[in-house]
């Protein structure tokens, strides 16, 4: 198998994306492999063999008639799955060390911030009262993860070691030691009925979608310490109904929401989202990709691949993850 060209096609905007940037990683780790970063009115198109790409849009694949794999360089596929005209070629999602740590990382933090009661220490901060409440112990918050592929089973196990008690539940069955694992319709509504602080961390597929509503959050446990139960969202911005969330916020439904997604991002100027003193927002960056960690995995992949060998984390394109 000849030694194709591997086309950078990324749409990105903040600094993490780059292109410069990830043009100069891959350089460095496919140093006998011609990197084009696209677009480039000089390639020609026969000679991609591989793809690595971040949010292309529909049809930006579709010239590459020799194109044999296609990497994803970041978590979610879906803005790839909605591009009927992409190539019918294996698929690649990233799944790294450094980006499961991160997410971790991400889902710890925010657990662990309705648990302390950031928001009323800070507020309390800014008006400078001195009025601590109690504080309960982990073990009277049950965490609930909705979504347990890699991400997820790593959050779980790092809720457990602090002393959170901790459910889940995905679309098909799934086994993680020390975690109690609903699945399916017919266990959605006894893993709300734990759950007091409910982690999204699912795919984005047409049965996912807004997946984060209100009949789901009625259904979450109100008796807890909380009071209100709470939603973190590092998933993807379609799994929520965002004028439900606000809704619920107001209306005491739910007590709070971390969300690191949104249907529309950049998040518009106008998203009462900013402002919600019930919301703590940050702007899609739960887990980062990082260039150096990325770039060796495909280079990786794609050595093995040229000797025969087979692709990991294969997307499955009927199930859309």
């Avoid at 539940?169 to 759950?195: M, N, V």
């Amino acid at each position: 198998m000849g030694k194709g060209a591997l086309a950078l096609l990324i749409n990105g905007g903040s600094e993490n994306w780059s292109s410069a940037r990830w043009k100069a990683r891959f350089d460095t780790v496919c140093p006998d492999r011609r990197v084009v970063l696209l677009p480039d009115g000089a390639l020609d198109p026969a000679e991609v063999h591989y793809a690595a790409v971040w949010k292309p849009k529909p049809g930006e694949l579709a010239a590459f008639k020799n194109l044999r794999v296609i990497f994803n360089l970041g978590a979610g596929v879906d803005a790839l799955m909605a591009d009927r005209s992409l190539p019918d070629v294996p698929l690649v999602r990233v799944a790294v060390g450094d980006l499961t740590d991160r997410m971790t990382e991400y889902v710890v933090l925010h657990v662990l911030m309705h648990h302390r009661q950031e928001l009323y220490l800070r507020e309390s901060q800014r008006l400078r009262r001195w009025a601590p409440k109690y504080q309960w112990a982990a073990g009277a918050i049950t965490v609930g993860i909705m979504g347990l592929g890699t991400l997820g089973a790593a959050s779980a196990h790092a809720l457990r070691a602090l002393g959170f008690r901790v459910v889940g539940w995905s679309r098909s069955e799934k086994r993680i030691d020390g975690i109690a694992c609903h699945h399916g319709t017919e266990g959605l509504d006894a893993f709300l009925r734990e759950t007091n602080i409910l982690v999204c961390l699912l795919p984005l597929t047409p049965d996912t979608r807004h997946v984060l509503n209100r009949d789901v959050f009625a259904k979450l446990n109100r008796e807890s310490p909380l009071g209100a139960p709470v939603i973190v969202n590092a998933g993807r911005g379609g799994l929520q109904n965002e004028g439900d969330i606000l809704r619920a916020l107001d209306d005491g439904t739910l007590g709070a929401a971390s969300l690191d997604v949104y249907e529309t991002e950049p998040l518009p100027q106008g998203s009462p989202f900013w402002s919600h003193p019930k919301v703590v927002l940050t702007p899609h960056n739960a887990a980062d990709t990082d260039a150096d960690e990325i770039s060796k995995y495909v280079a990786q992949q794609i050595g093995r691949f040229e000797q025969g060998g087979a692709l990991e984390n294969l997307v499955d394109r009927k199930r859309g993850y």
